[in-house]
């Protein structure tokens, strides 16, 4: 992202609320004149529901006792059933069956041939006619008993009839343990009630005629779901292997998701089955969250150099301008994704062959725990996908693969066709995703906190006498962005300016980038040290390659025209060790070499002044190997001294019609420089006849051993050379190279390579 000029900062957040405040409004607008749920009209009191409860009870054979919580407007369980099955005419069922919204009573009952006791769980229309109704034993023992005896399963069934109604023809459903049956409703609008008995929960409802399964699209859902659980734990346990991962922010996350639902634990605080597997989903929920946050963040920390989130200062108090504007900014984006959401559902309604699927808002009672949990989660796998996709890749490709994922990870809208459902997916995808990559984590929680808190809170105020809690919940949570939002843009800057401390991982990631970035330096320097290019003599080929094991090794070579003698010195050297101290002597070996060679002096003479120069001024930790031999060009005589160095190979050719040669090692003991008692050198006459090539190879190239720990030695190099001999200089290295690395396999190279060829021309 380019860098944005202070005035189109400021101005960032206010043109956003702006638009979204606007897509809201136009969202809210098409749905109160298309969507059934926000068409519903004036509701009943809560006393003529709790009426019903009871009458319920009794109708059903229990003996109803006081109420523990009022009566709560919920969602619709037949909602997705009808209009996910039957379209149009489903969400004509839905309008004239006054469902698109349910009242729900949590009645305590007791049964004559049940001691314990038990909760009635039913749901009304609006008008106050029973549809559903269940309650489950707390006697878990039962679970295991014999199958449910079979019983007239009518009464319960009769239960959830309007006046004027009657059961028709009993259809048994085969349920395994579990008695069912369903009955066509006579007098009604193509409806059935269905009933059914087991070991632990008993249940009636009702619904529209001819429902099609919805099997493919749970299974859709049930697919997406596990693959993004393997997906999430598979990165979140790859990244704590590797120790790259912070759980901070994530724990923080998980906590606020476990806090959130509260409410929703509190409606099943009579304990029994069900508040078991509600505090089962919760904790599983907030673990979740934590998992998928962490993840996310820690991916987006190791992918980019220097990322912060403003959630940092948050939970360090540090409430400033850049969190400010994070915070309004999701607000807007929050809203303007409500408002889509909204207004492609309620334009749905009025395309041929395309409707939601689903309620366009879910009312948990008595607040907003659920939706808030689902929030949060929303806000998790965003970020989760802006980690893969910044992983994956970078500019514009990271955003497409970051929308990719998120188009698998988000929930898709409940729309028909599946089309419809993916175009609308994935602009919420890419909404979430240059959110989140433009504005940050805390822009990216907030919208998706605001995306759901702002068409709850505008549904709400039309049911305030039912819904004052989920308003409150609603419009508070959307006020305190609101506030927190506008004191951040309006605090100094200096207030975010303290450096928060990253995490752990995220230093030891700075500092291996630090090393790798001067280990970096290092390696070039080191390569600037050796000659850009190889001499050119007459009647000479000279050819050499240095390979680096590691960052910054060790070897080297040089070759130096001595002034007024008309020699060429070479010299062929390995620094001990790796890094700076490496780097520094290797320096100093160099320049020791251009300012010591002169007229009239020998290898040895030039070895043993080296040797003075290194232990002056280098490091105690690494010694020096050298080679040097001075040529002379035009004869061919040369001296050789040897400090260390591995002993050089030197063919001699029999003949020049006879292939092959003589390869002797030149055998020239010698200790290395820079350490240990002080020592005196020795020069080595050697005479290079046409044809002759000289080898001057590091430890890096003999000792080089494969995966049976076998060295390469000084025999193979010998039986290749005396193969090779005939090629050019440059056609030697390599061929000694290829031998090399086949005889090291997989194996890598432990140690840096480096290898001098002189050849006289024959």
């Known amino acids: 992202m380019g860098t944005m000029d202070p005035a189109s900062t400021r101005r960032q957040p206010w043109t956003t609320l702006a638009a979204g405040g606007a897509l809201l409004v136009l969202g809210v607008v098409l749905a109160r004149a298309s969507l059934p749920e926000w068409r519903t009209g004036p509701i009943p009191r809560p006393e003529l529901f709790a009426d019903r409860a009871r009458a319920l009870a009794v109708a059903v054979g229990a003996t ?20 996910g099955s039957l379209g149009h005419q489903g969400l004509r069922w839905i309008a004239d069956s006054k469902t698109a919204l349910t009242v729900k009573v949590e009645q305590p009952i007791a049964l004559a041939r049940d001691p314990s006791v038990q909760l009635l769980s039913a749901r009304f229309a609006l008008d106050g006619t029973p549809y559903a109704f269940d ?34 023809p009993r259809a048994p459903v085969p349920r395994g343990n579990t008695q069912a049956a369903a009955y066509t409703i006579v007098g009604g609008r193509g409806e059935y009630a269905r009933a059914s008995v087991s070991q632990l929960t008993t249940d009636a409802s009702r619904g529209p005629a001819r429902p099609e399964s919805e099997l493919g699209r749970l299974l859709l859902h049930a697919v997406r779901w596990f693959a993004m659980l393997f997906l999430g734990l598979a990165l979140f346990f790859g990244l704590a292997v590797r120790r790259k991962i912070d759980l901070v922010n994530g724990s923080l996350l998980g906590a606020l998701s476990v806090l959130l639902a509260a409410p929703d634990l509190a409606q099943f605080a009579h304990g029994g089955p069900a508040g078991s597997i509600v505090l089962a989903v919760i904790l599983f929920t907030g673990l979740w969250t934590l998992v998928i946050w962490s993840a996310g963040e820690s991916l987006l920390r190791t992918s980019r150099e220097g990322f912060t989130t403003s959630l940092d200062a948050l939970r360090h108090g540090r409430l400033g301008p850049r969190a400010g504007r994070a915070l309004l900014i999701g607000l807007g984006a929050g809203a303007g994704i409500a408002g889509f959401r909204l207004g492609v559902a309620a334009l749905a309604v009025h395309l041929p062959g395309c409707w939601p699927q689903e309620a366009s808002v879910g009312l948990p009672a008595p607040g907003t725990g659920g939706t808030m949990v689902q929030a949060v989660l929303q806000a998790a796998l965003a970020a989760l996908a802006l980690g893969i996709g910044r992983s994956l890749a970078t500019g514009r490709r990271a955003t497409a693969a970051a ?84 004191i951040g843009s309006a605090r100094a800057a200096e207030v975010e300016l303290g450096r928060m401390v990253p995490p752990a991982f995220v230093r030891r990631l700075e500092e291996e980038r630090r090393v790798s970035y001067e280990m970096d330096l290092l390696t070039r320097m080191q390569v600037g040290l050796l000659p850009a290019e190889v001499p050119a003599l007459d009647g000479w080929e000279i050819a050499a390659r240095s390979l680096l094991a590691t960052e910054a090794g060790g070897d080297l070579y040089d070759f130096i025209h001595e002034d007024g003698g008309g020699h060429l010195w070479i010299a062929a050297g390995d620094v001990a060790g790796h890094g700076y101290s490496c780097a520094i002597v290797q320096a100093m070996t160099v320049a020791a070499l251009t300012s010591l060679v002169a007229p009239g002096c020998t290898p040895a003479g030039v070895l043993t002044q080296v040797d003075r120069v290194l232990r002056r001024g280098g490091s105690h930790r690494n010694f020096t190997t050298l080679a040097l031999l001075r040529l002379d060009p035009a004869t061919g005589e040369a001296l050789l001294a040897n400090a260390g160095h591995p002993y050089p190979l030197l063919l001699k050719p029999y003949s020049m019609l006879l292939a092959g040669g003589e390869v002797d090692e030149i055998a020239l003991p010698g200790l290395p420089l820079g350490q240990g008692p002080r020592r005196e050198y ?9 044809g002759s090539v000289l080898v001057l190879g590091s430890d890096g190239l003999f000792e080089a051993a494969d995966r049976r720990d076998e060295a390469y030695g000084f025999a193979r190099p010998a039986r290749l050379l005396r193969a090779v001999w005939r090629r050019p200089a440059d056609a030697i290295v390599e061929a000694l190279l290829a031998d090399w690395r086949h005889h090291l396999g997989p194996e890598e190279p432990t140690d840096d390579t480096t290898i001098v060829v002189i050849k006289r021309r024959a």
């Not at 109803?64 to 209009?83: E, H």
């Not at 878990?140 to 079979?150: I, K, M, N, V």
């Not at 319960?156 to 109604?165: I, Q, S």
């Not at 080595?684 to 006849?689: D, I």
Request: charged letters at 10%; a neutral charge.
């Open 403 to 486: 929308v990719a994922v998120a188009l698998v990870a988000l929930p898709l809208p409940a729309l028909h066709p599946w089309p419809l459902a993916v175009a609308a997916g994935i602009a919420v995808a890419v909404a979430f995703v240059e959110l989140g990559r433009r504005a940050g984590l805390t822009a990216l929680l907030a919208a998706s906190l605001a995306a759901v808190l702002l068409p709850t809170a505008v549904f709400a105020a039309g049911h305030l006498d039912w819904l004052r809690g989920t308003f409150a919940a609603a419009a508070g949570g959307s006020a305190a962005l609101l506030g927190l939002g506008l």
């Open 64 to 83: 109803p006792l006081p109420l523990r919580q009022s009566p709560s407007l919920d969602d619709s369980t037949t909602y997705g059933a009808a209009a």
């Open 682 to 690: 020795r020069d080595l006459a050697v005479t290079l006849l046409p």
């Open 135 to 168: 309650w489950v034993s707390v006697d878990l023992s039962r679970l295991f008993g014999p199958p449910a005896s079979a019983q007239d399963l009518t009464p319960l069934a009769r239960a959830v009839l309007r006046p004027g109604e009657r059961l028709g």
